[in-house]
């Protein structure tokens, strides 16, 4: 038997399992005195809380009036994703952490969508401030989306599938033009 898949396999259930439990893990601060913990606070310029909040939509809450039209997209983009994987080359070492990190991640979402009423569990909230301002405050992203390890998986897989795409683009495109050296010297 070969385990052509067994990195994305690895890392897919991985994924899914520390985002199931940090979720868990989350759900102490629902219905506690305590509804968020402060992870620390760095001078006004970077904070991060553990905030526990719902969301029946994709990013941003979009989506939010149609969580059973998300929960089947998620199913097909797994599907998809293991049907077409020959074309995705996930035989390629590099691309079998990027689609198990992806497919990990839409299954962590698509847990909660099934197990926990339809709603996704976020609760990694931070804020960061990152251009000083006249006033001597600092302006940035005080509230930017709260998430979850699964988002950040899907995330990251994105960006690492961007970047070896426009690599593999790169180098093809350096071989072409090798090629017509090539035969303009023959």
């Given amino acids: 038997m070969q385990l052509t898949y067994v990195r ?9 399992v520390v985002d199931q439990i ?14 968020y913990m402060e992870v ?27 969580p059973e039209i998300l929960t089947c997209l998620a199913v097909v983009a797994l599907l998809s994703i293991w049907f077409f994987r020959q074309a995705l080359e996930m035989d ?5 952490f990027v689609f198990g990190g992806i497919c990990g991640g839409i299954a962590g979402n698509l847990t909660d969508r099934l197990f926990r ?16 301002a006249y006033n001597g405050f600092w302006a940035g992203l005080r509230n930017f989306p709260i998430f979850n ?6 995330f990251v897989g994105v960006v ?9 683009a790169r180098r093809n495109q350096a071989e072409v033009a090798s090629n017509e050296a090539s035969a ?3």
């Fill in 160 to 168: 690492f599938y961007l970047y070896f795409g426009f690599q593999d």
């Fill in 149 to 154: 390890v699964a988002d950040s998986a899907i």
């Fill in 92 to 96: 390629r070492l590099p691309l079998q």
């Fill in 184 to 186: 303009e010297e023959v």
């Fill in 40 to 66: 620390f606070d760095w001078d006004g310029f970077l904070s991060l809380n553990f905030t526990y909040v719902t969301n029946p939509g994709a990013s941003f809450s979009m989506f939010s009036d149609y």
């Fill in 117 to 132: 009423g339809g709603e996704v569990v976020d609760f990694i909230d931070f804020e960061f401030y990152f251009i000083p």
């Fill in 22 to 35: 940090t979720k868990s893990w989350a759900g102490r601060f629902r219905d506690g005195a305590q509804k």
């Fill in 8 to 16: 994305f396999w690895c890392l897919g259930l991985a994924v899914l």
